[in-house]
């Protein structure tokens, strides 16, 4: 299998276990489903940061770091770790830069998916 360009945003490992375990019928099954999570989780974090609520922010940061490191989305996890952090220290002033850059690295990382189950 030949892995997409932006590989510093991929861990490589992780996506050759998944191929390992159940192929690329596999990977594709938990693409498509992290894709579809992925925007409600998003729109549960942005909700959670207007309320305030920095508790319901760190866990839905920390449940999407999850999912990012079992897909090998190494900067999308990055970036969800700092924010799950910011947000268990109640860091507010830190959530809306970070929350800009979750939103960019979500959607790099949908096309990085996309590009890497296309037939």
Do not use: W
Request: aromatic share 2%.
């Amino acid at each position: 299998m030949a892995f997409p360009s932006q590989t510093d945003q991929l861990d490589q490992a992780a996506v050759q276990a998944l191929l390992d375990l159940g192929g690329q019928e596999l990977l594709r099954e938990l693409v498509d489903l992290f894709v579809a999570d992925l925007q409600p989780r998003l729109d549960e974090l942005d909700r959670a940061i207007t309320e305030g609520d920095n508790i319901a922010a760190a866990n839905v940061a920390h449940a999407l770091k999850g999912s990012c490191l079992y897909l090998g989305l190494s900067s999308l996890a990055d970036v969800s770790a700092r924010m799950e952090n910011s947000q268990r220290v109640n860091a507010q002033q830190d959530a809306q830069p970070l929350l800009a850059e979750l939103h960019r690295c979500a959607e790099n990382a949908t096309s990085l998916l996309k590009e890497l189950v296309s037939p």
